[in-house]
């Protein structure tokens, strides 16, 4: 058994050496010349330098395609219809595709390199998508293991999002990276704040962004972001609601819940926020604020390992536990999830056994 865990280990680490390789490769031998970009029919259309990938091309461009994973094809949003040019679809983007896209031409841009001219369609949307300068002006631990990094806005000064939406965030080379990464981050601060926001940022251990974020950024630093993407945002309705975050997983929610008092919007709402034990609960203060503002809203803290100095009553166990013993009939319930995959899959299996319908179950997985 272990013999055969090496031998996986060892070939999914030369496949990352040899990936490396022919990517260094590409960017040093390869020359494809001059390749003409063109978008929407002549919408825009400019002429770069080939051998680079789309997304990345188009980013260096001011398009800004949509993104979660940095570009490591493995969330699926960076889809593009290629009308010309583009070469074949590749093994990595036909699981993201389904018949109609396959028919149209569409591709993940994280995924093409640019060999020669192409003819893209977007959705107009996409030209609004900006990249701001911002300037670091908080930076405050929340819990041992989270982040709240407070942005000031310098250009654009101001920033119009859907709350609920993300933001990347780029990393730029520094000694754990050599090259700059883009990583998604939802805002947890209010709409009506237009010239800041805040994100609220987990450490994974040896992260690439997250270690940059924690270890190396400093106030005072500038920082490039760019969107807002994502269609993680309050739907309009009467319906009761729930909501589950796990971690950060609670700064969307939390800017959610902040444009429901702005807006007056008095719908009967539960949080869930699960987290281990009480040291890592954070923004306390702010989800009773917004209790005293939103009459309806109850919330539910829940830890999973609670330590015995925590003298814990509340409710224990996975987030999900919680919500199985507070939801019975689920039928007239909108959901919306945030945080850690594997919570967010047992929570949809878990809301449409008690009857939510799978179309109001709105989500953000983090990862
Ligand atoms: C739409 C969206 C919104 C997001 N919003 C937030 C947010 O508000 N706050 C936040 O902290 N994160 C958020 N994330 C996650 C974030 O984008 C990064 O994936 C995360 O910060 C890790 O980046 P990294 O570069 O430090 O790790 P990487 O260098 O990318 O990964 C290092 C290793 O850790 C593993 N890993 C990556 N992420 C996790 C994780 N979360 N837990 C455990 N292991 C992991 C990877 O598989 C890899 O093996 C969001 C993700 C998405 C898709
Ligand atoms: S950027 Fe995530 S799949 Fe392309």
């Known amino acids: 058994m272990m013999t055969l865990v090496l031998g996986l280990l060892s070939i999914s680490g030369l496949c990352a050496v040899l ?6 490769a590409y960017a040093v031998f390869a020359d494809y010349g001059p390749c003409r970009i063109t978008i929407n029919e002549g919408a825009k259309e400019f002429t770069v330098k080939g051998g680079g990938r789309l997304l990345g091309t188009l980013m260096d461009q001011g398009v800004f395609i949509p993104s979660a994973c940095g570009g490591r ?32 031409g569409t591709r993940l841009s994280c995924q093409v390199r640019l060999r020669g001219d192409v003819q893209l369609q977007i959705p107009e949307a996409f030209f609004l998508i900006k990249e701001f300068r911002t300037q670091v002006v908080g930076l405050k631990p929340l819990t041992p293991s989270i982040k709240e990094v407070h942005l000031k ?16 965030f780029q990393v730029p080379e520094y000694e754990g990276s050599s090259e700059p990464v883009y990583r998604a981050y939802s805002i947890a601060s209010p709409a009506s704040l237009k010239t800041e926001i805040k994100l609220v940022i987990t450490r994974v251990e040896r992260g690439i962004a997250t270690t940059y974020i924690h270890d190396f950024l400093k106030e005072g ?31 969307p929610l939390l800017s959610i819940l902040f444009q429901m008092a702005d807006e007056h919007i008095d719908r009967p709402c ?9 040291q890592d609960l954070f923004y306390q203060e702010e989800i009773h604020q917004l209790m005293g503002m939103l009459p309806r809203l109850r919330y539910v803290p829940v830890l ?16 999900t536990d919680a919500v199985a013993r507070g939801v019975s009939d689920g039928s007239q319930l909108e959901a919306y999830l945030c945080g850690n995959p594997l919570m967010i899959n047992a929570a949809v299996k878990l809301l449409t056994e008690r009857g939510v319908s799978e179309d109001r179950i709105f989500f953000d997985k983090f990862g």
């Open 19 to 24: 990936a490396l390789l022919l990517e260094a």
């Open 73 to 104: 094809g493995s969330c699926g949003l960076c889809k593009v219809t290629v009308l010309q040019g583009g070469g074949p679809i590749l093994p990595t983007e036909t699981p993201y595709m389904n018949d109609e896209e396959l028919r149209r």
């Open 153 to 168: 806005l310098i250009e654009p000064q101001e920033i119009v999002f859907k709350p609920g939406q993300f933001i990347q």
């Open 221 to 251: 630093d500038e920082v490039l972001i760019n969107g807002p993407y994502g269609d993680f945002y309050l739907r309009h309705s009467n319906r009761p609601m729930v909501m589950i975050g796990t971690g950060s997983g609670l700064a």
């Open 270 to 278: 539960t949080l869930y926020f699960g987290v281990r034990s009480r």
């Open 304 to 319: 999973s390992q609670p330590l015995a100095e925590d003298h814990w009553d509340g409710e224990t166990g996975y987030v």
